[in-house]
């Protein structure tokens, strides 16, 4: 049976034509097929033309996933899903700067952390950035935007001086050496879990942090750095960890030369914890060696190096927070001290 064909043109979001070849088996076949081609080309030329919020958000994580460390990825993923739960399906072009104040403010009555909205405003722009860049709109309408003001911080909570203490006095116990390692390094939880021996130059006493475990349904996947912002960060190998260390092969946390899983990691941690009292999760002990890099003197800069912060605002949060708990803790010492001779 012969089949009929004919040849039509479909224009292109850049302009630019295709042709493509219809079949059918009757006049009345072909010209069904023709109409939904061209149907469908057009509503594709429209999608293209005037993309949906969603549209651009999709397109922007796609291509931002290699730009950024894992962390920073995945850390705004959450605020993408938010954004496009509220503006998903609407035309990008149509969207307000008053419609996202509106957004911005209904997330401070939440109850929502300054630093959580902040994050979502971050996201939002580099969105609205990426469709300037296409083409689609011509400014960013979350520039004007602002947090609310009475939107509630997070509280940063540094450990106790008791807990550092216990840490450095208990590195011999099964799992104390990592938390020896997270208080004079500063590696994220996932750098530490990944580092080898062989990552440890004990010459030229530096630490190579140049990949991360992170957990994928509780199993470890090694993620290596090397295309992220981040990067590869090369730190000190201060002399305190470099007396406990070892020369051996191999991850330097492992069982049965394994990577730990998430569970036996939650395990071994919990352990730790019990045996020495400590009530402190690794993220805090990051925030112990920030504390070690401020009372060094070292400026936001090089601290920011070191703990591989993908903006140095983060660190100057830190150290902000460092001033202030010190001031808090000065008044307190004083107050307690005027009731006692009062």
């Not at 939002?124 to 602002?146: C, E, L, M, R, Y």
């Not at 090369?234 to 191999?250: D, S, W």
């Not at 140095?312 to 000065?330: G, N």
Request: glycine share 4%; aromatic share 8%; charged share 30%.
């Amino acid at each position: 049976m012969k089949y009929l064909q004919k040849k039509i043109k479909i224009q292109k979001s850049d302009g630019s034509i295709v042709r493509k070849t219809i079949y059918g088996h009757s006049e009345e076949e072909l010209e069904s097929k023709i109409r939904i081609a061209m149907e469908k080309a057009e509503k594709e030329l429209e999608r293209k033309l005037n993309p949906t919020f969603s549209d651009i958000a999709d397109e922007w994580n796609e291509s931002h996933e290699n730009e950024v460390s894992h962390y920073t990825y995945n850390g705004y993923q959450a605020p993408l899903n938010n954004l496009k739960d509220e503006f998903g399906e609407r035309l990008i072009k149509d969207i307000t700067p008053l419609e996202l104040q509106r957004f911005i403010n209904r997330l401070g009555k939440k109850g929502y952390a300054k630093h959580t909205i902040a994050i979502r405003k971050i996201v939002a722009s580099q969105i609205f950035d990426h469709a300037v860049i296409k083409g689609v709109i011509q400014i960013n309408p979350i520039t004007t935007v602002k947090i609310p003001k009475n939107a509630p911080k997070k509280a940063r909570e540094l450990p106790d001086d008791k807990d550092i203490e216990k840490v450095k006095q208990s590195v011999d116990l099964q799992f104390g050496l990592f938390a020896y390692l997270v208080l004079y390094t500063g590696c994220r939880r996932g750098e530490a879990l990944a580092l080898k021996y062989e990552d440890i130059d004990f010459e030229d006493n530096t630490v190579s942090i140049n990949k991360v475990v992170v957990f994928e349904y509780g199993k470890p996947k090694i993620y290596h750095r090397a295309k992220s912002k981040d990067g590869v960060r090369t730190i000190p190998l201060l002399t305190p960890l470099k007396n406990v260390l070892t020369k051996k092969k191999g991850y330097i946390f492992n069982i049965n030369s394994q990577l730990l899983t998430l569970s036996q990691f939650n395990i071994l941690w919990r352990k730790y914890k019990k045996e020495t009292g400590v009530n402190l999760s690794p993220h805090q002990l990051r925030h112990a060696f920030a504390t070690i890099c401020f009372d060094a003197g070292l400026t936001p800069k090089d601290a920011s190096q070191i703990l591989g912060h993908s903006k140095i605002e983060l660190t100057l949060d830190v150290y902000t927070h460092i001033k202030q708990s010190r001031t808090q803790e000065t008044a307190s010492k004083l107050n307690e001290y005027l009731n006692n001779i009062s």
